[in-house]
């Protein structure tokens, strides 16, 4: 779903609702091992043909890849828990009353915790009993008597989240849920004073508060637990959040999967919407819940593999090992993919695709925050996402090869910024792309007005650049993630291109290019005469039929723009839009493809004189 940005005052309320309820950390922060050395554990599950387990590997046994280098495996630990289910509580097993007994009791080998975390604000009321029952089968029939849970909803406040071994509690935690998706009357105070009428706009708050409630749950258990941790997440959507300047600090998807993917925790995802219903809200783009389920190890799950799926998880905690490894990268603060293979015949393995290293910086506030005696290893706090000021990205995707999405970034010198007193002029962007599967697509330098062109699979893109002036000297970082959505469909359009020319001679060059490098600017003079090249795909690999039309301000119809054909080998319509004789102001190009308009997109641009 394509989300408006959020105001500075809706995120604002957001904001104030997170850092009341998150977790205080200057209390319990301490820097796990991984932050202070080099050192990268990575759970593990091996099983034969048959699906089984695999016991008595070794240390030899393992081959481990860091961003397809081999690593030197130093230490492996087998995980087993013992804990039986569907075991009732017993008095031999130690309630937990306290914070020090959370901690004391997650820590050990024979403990499973899992976190529950009910997204009321993208679930269907009519989808609360399937979601209940479920639960309710899940704590009466699969948890054992030592497993440890913690069960959260939207606008909770995350300072009393606690694990807990009683049954009756998670019941009656479990009976409190009740689906809100498109019900937007308040019920609380907090939601009367904060959360917006308008639909658009109150959707990517609640999106907000899901992210940051999710990132507050897994922080929380990830600071009380070395092994393999699960997270139920109980939603149909995942919307991503529009990043403002100023509110980049805000958890997101990718807070959550960082923090995942540093403290071995899997998320498994209950989607409780059944076949019609899905069929009946398409996703557009990719599906977050699934990313969040394979970045971490873990499983989507429909309706009808509720019941397995959550057995497959107690199952997953229930058994695996801690590959241990030092790592010469580790604070970077880049993505780096791992390769987990077990040098036997017939063994098939599960393992994350990688983790998110730490910075020194990162490490220095860790240390600063943590308690000297307080030795709990706990994940460090979360880097801010940060999109540089200084320079504006543009980037444009289109089918590639096998499947995958051909991606196109180019930049531009956004001019001086408001406040600072030191020109910075960028001239260079170091970058590195890793996909999904924490595959580096890309990593070079790039000047203004180059491009960078590579193929990914439909996902997460993570860009992490070094903003740097002529000189070679550092002037700010850019770390931000792209959803690179796939373009599928009997009729699809890939992203508008813009191209500016100022005579007629521009104009048949880059008519005759066949590569050209698109502007990032969408402000003109009217003496330009702009050209837009939209990738547009039909089936049978054909170039559907493509119109366009300048739309004026207040949304009406101007004129109808002239549209051919790229070449006979390229998919690409062109569209002329000329600016001669247009008064200053806002415009849009509105495109369709299509004989009944199946795909639509829409370029906004501003005339000056």
């Known amino acids: 779903m394509r989300l408006p940005w959020l105001g500075p005052s809706s995120i604002l309320a957001v904001a104030v609702a997170a850092a009341v309820q998150a977790p205080v950390l200057s209390q319990t922060v301490s820097v796990p091992e991984f932050a202070i050395g080099e050192v990268v554990r990575v759970d593990v599950i091996p099983t034969d043909a048959r699906g089984r387990f695999i016991d008595g590997l070794t240390t030899a046994d393992f081959s481990v890849r860091e961003d397809g280098a081999e690593q030197t495996v130093d230490d492996v630990r087998l995980v087993k828990v013992l804990g039986t289910a569907g075991q009732s509580n017993s008095a031999q097993v130690v309630r937990i009353a306290s914070a020090a007994d959370e901690r004391a009791e997650a820590a050990r080998d024979n403990t499973r915790v899992i976190g529950i975390y009910l997204d009321e604000y993208f679930v269907s009321p009519a989808n609360t009993a399937v979601v209940r029952a479920a639960l309710h089968r899940f704590v009466d029939e699969d948890l054992g008597s030592g497993d440890l849970v913690a069960v959260v909803r939207p606008l909770e406040s995350l300072l009393q989240i606690r694990l807990t071994r009683d049954r009756a509690a998670l019941h009656q935690a479990i009976d409190k849920f009740e689906g809100r998706r498109g019900d937007y009357e308040p019920r609380t105070a907090f939601e009367r004073n904060t959360i917006v009428a308008e639909r658009g706009r109150a959707d990517s708050q609640r999106a907000q508060t899901t992210w940051s409630s999710l990132n507050a749950l897994s922080l929380h258990l990830a600071n009380l637990r070395a092994g393999r941790t699960s997270i139920v997440l109980v939603s149909e959507q995942a919307d991503p959040v529009p990043r403002r300047r100023g509110f980049e600090s805000l ?62 998880m107690m199952a997953d905690a229930s058994a695996y090992y801690l590959v241990t490894y030092r790592s010469i990268r580790n604070r970077d603060g880049m993505f780096h993919a791992l390769y987990v293979t077990v040098r036997r015949p017939g063994v098939q393995v599960r393992a994350r695709k990688g983790f998110w290293a730490t910075t020194p910086d990162e490490v220095q506030r860790a240390q600063l925050m943590a308690h000297a005696n307080d030795p709990r290893p706990v994940i460090p706090p979360e880097p801010p996402r940060h999109a540089s000021p200084l320079i504006r990205p543009w980037l444009g995707f289109a089918r590639g090869n096998n499947g995958k999405v051909r991606v196109t970034f180019v930049w531009e010198p956004s001019g001086p910024v408001p406040g600072d007193r030191k020109v910075k002029i960028p001239a260079r962007l170091e970058m590195k792309a890793v996909a999904s599967d924490g595959v580096t697509v890309f990593q070079g330098s790039l000047r203004e007005r180059s491009t960078a062109v590579f193929d990914v699979p439909p996902g997460r893109v993570t860009f992490t650049s070094a903003v740097e002036d002529s000189a070679d000297r550092k002037l700010d970082s850019d770390v931000r993630d792209v959803i690179v959505r796939d373009i599928r469909g009997a009729v699809a359009l890939g992203t508008p291109q813009v191209f500016r020319t100022r005579t007629a001679l521009d104009l048949r060059e880059l008519k005759a290019d066949s590569a050209p490098v698109p502007v990032v600017a969408r402000e003109f003079s009217k003496t330009e005469h702009l050209v837009i090249r939209v990738p547009a795909y039909a089936t049978g690999g054909d170039t559907p039929v493509v119109s366009g039309s300048l739309v004026s301000s207040a949304k009406q119809t101007m004129r109808q723009l002239a549209v051919e054909q790229v070449s006979a080998s ?14 200053p102001g806002e415009y849009a190009v509105d495109i369709v493809a299509g004989p009944a308009g199946e795909a639509k997109d829409v370029v906004s641009i501003r005339v000056t004189n």
């Open 570 to 583: 390229i998919p690409f319509a062109q569209i002329d839009v000329p600016l001669a004789g247009l008064a």
């Open 251 to 312: 958890p997101s998807s990718s807070s959550v999967m960082r923090t995942a993917n540093r403290s071995s925790l899997s998320i498994y995802v209950m989607d409780p919407r059944d076949d019609a219903q899905r069929a009946a809200s398409p996703d557009e783009g990719p599906n977050l819940l699934r990313v969040l389920a394979d970045d971490t190890d873990g499983a989507l799950l429909a309706p009808s593999d509720f019941d397995a799926g959550l057995k497959r």
